[in-house]
């Protein structure tokens, strides 16, 4: 190729070079127009002639947006302590809500062993007859648990038996034979300890000593301190606490050995109000709380939990066994020396129609807590890693032991009927209407 070819060769490409670049000039103007001409179509032909999702999106209300804010800035500002009380208010409602949610949501079972078979071990140390102690038994087996109920006599066995439950079993310990306690209890302790068999040629597997409740008698005689016999506080104060105590000591060397927790069950209302003529159920369960504590202090000592349930009221009507529930509906005064009745008779009658309509103190009501909040917190209180020393559980039973604690005596006197008398009055009891009674406390506190 000669020189000038070779010149030639380079104008050309100088050439299709400049047409490329016009070219593509052209054509991005072209785009530009097109888009500049569509968008203008689109922005001003009536509504009806193009369809909605071919019209452009209308630009975002900024300043609008910028101006609600800056109200809402403004009114935080000036309201802090409104919106902290709100923050409080909803955050914490909602956080409770949430708890509440995944406590009945979580399902609680007892662990199994390696062959399916059931190996948590719980002894309920109550009457059987009892509407916590057989709701609770029932509730326990169906959650995979063995369930020991103990006995003293052949009438509760058989009565433990009749719930024809294979894994709810009645364990005998009566504590007025010593040498008898001491065998049961050893008997006890060694089918705790051996290796058990689900069925015939099942692998063997250990049984685990989980909990020891105990559920005293929840009855108590109301009245005057004057008109109750010492033989109904021999008779309360032996059942109740002479024999939660040495049922709890009989048990004591297996749960230690085997590091079960311990459970104790007692009414909270009247220990927390300490209302007048309930001397028996306050001075009982003072001492069962004293018992508690100290035992706590000492099994403390060795890692072993120590729980205490203060019960308010609940609701039994599907649990049956009526003939163990408390009535307060036709308080007697007749069996009372006339120097009693004249003194008490007034006071009594309108604080039992008061407890009775509020619900209080007695344990035949269909209005309380669902047996299922006790049902839940018993559960946890065994299984959980760390449980809480004191639980709250029924209707009632934190809020009167808030009353209790902060609203002077004086005060709880008067919401429950109870005034101040004279020696010459008759002795007819004078009945207060319950209503206007509580209504004027509520006008006092509010005033």
Same mark, same amino acid.
């Given at each position: ?288 709380? $004293?018992? !508690?504590? @100290?035992?706590?202090? =000492? %099994?403390?000592?060795?890692?072993? *939990?120590?729980?205490?349930? &203060? ?53 035949? $009501?269909? !209005?309380? @807590?669902?047996?299922? =909040? %006790?049902?839940?917190?018993?559960? *946890?209180?065994?299984?959980? &890693? ?62």
């Amino acid at each position: 190729m000669t020189q000038d070819d070779q010149h030639f060769l380079d104008i050309l490409a100088e050439y299709s070079k400049d047409i490329r670049k016009f070219t593509g000039d052209i054509f991005d103007e072209t785009d530009r127009h097109f888009a500049s001409v569509a968008a203008f179509i689109k922005r001003t032909v009536p509504p009806g002639w193009l369809p909605e999702y071919a019209r452009p999106p209308p630009p975002p209300p900024a300043s609008l947006s910028v101006a609600y804010l800056d109200r809402i800035q403004s009114w935080v500002s000036r309201n802090r302590a409104l919106t902290a009380a709100l923050v409080a208010f909803f955050g914490t409602g909602g956080f409770l809500l949430w708890v509440e949610s995944r406590k009945h949501k979580k399902k609680r079972r007892a662990r199994r062993a390696s062959n399916g078979a059931r190996r948590e071990v719980v002894v309920i140390a109550g009457s059987p007859g009892s509407p916590i102690v057989k709701s609770l038994s029932l509730d326990l087996e169906r959650r995979g648990f063995i369930v020991y109920i103990v006995c003293t006599d052949m009438e509760e066995e058989q009565q433990v038996q009749g719930e024809s439950r294979a894994d709810v079993r009645p364990l005998h310990v009566d504590v007025v034979d010593p040498q008898g306690t001491r065998e049961a209890m050893d008997k006890f302790a060694n089918s705790l300890r051996r290796p058990q068999a689900a069925f015939s040629g099942a692998s063997l597997h250990n049984l685990s000593f989980s909990a020891l409740i105990l559920v005293p008698d929840l009855i108590y005689p109301s009245g005057p301190v004057e008109t109750i016999s010492p033989e109904l506080w021999s008779d309360a104060l032996n059942a109740k606490v002479l024999k939660t105590i040495t049922l709890t000591q009989a048990f004591l060397p297996t749960v230690c050995s085997l590091k079960a927790r311990v459970l104790m069950m007692t009414p909270s209302i009247v220990s927390s109000l300490r209302p007048p003529f309930h001397s028996v159920e306050t001075t009982v369960v003072s001492a069962l709380e $004293g018992f !508690t504590a @100290s035992l706590r202090g =000492e %099994l403390g000592t060795l890692g072993i *939990d120590v729980c205490q349930f &203060k019960l308010g009221t609940f609701d039994y009507s599907h649990v049956g066994a009526k003939q163990h529930l408390q009535f307060l509906g036709s308080p007697d005064t007749e069996p009372w020396p006339p120097a009693a009745r004249q003194s008490y008779a007034s006071n009594f009658v309108n604080q039992s129609r008061i407890a009775r309509d509020r619900g209080l103190f007695s344990q035949n $009501g269909n !209005t309380g @807590s669902s047996l299922r =909040e %006790l049902h839940v917190s018993v559960f *946890d209180a065994i299984t959980q &890693k760390r449980p809480r020393r004191v639980w709250h559980v029924g209707r009632g039973s934190l809020t009167y032991d808030l009353v209790g604690k902060w609203v002077p005596a004086g005060l709880v006197g008067r919401m429950l009927g109870v005034r101040r008398v004279s020696l010459d009055e008759t002795a007819e009891p004078q009945h207060e209407d319950s209503v206007q009674s509580w209504e004027k406390i509520e006008a006092v506190v509010s005033g």
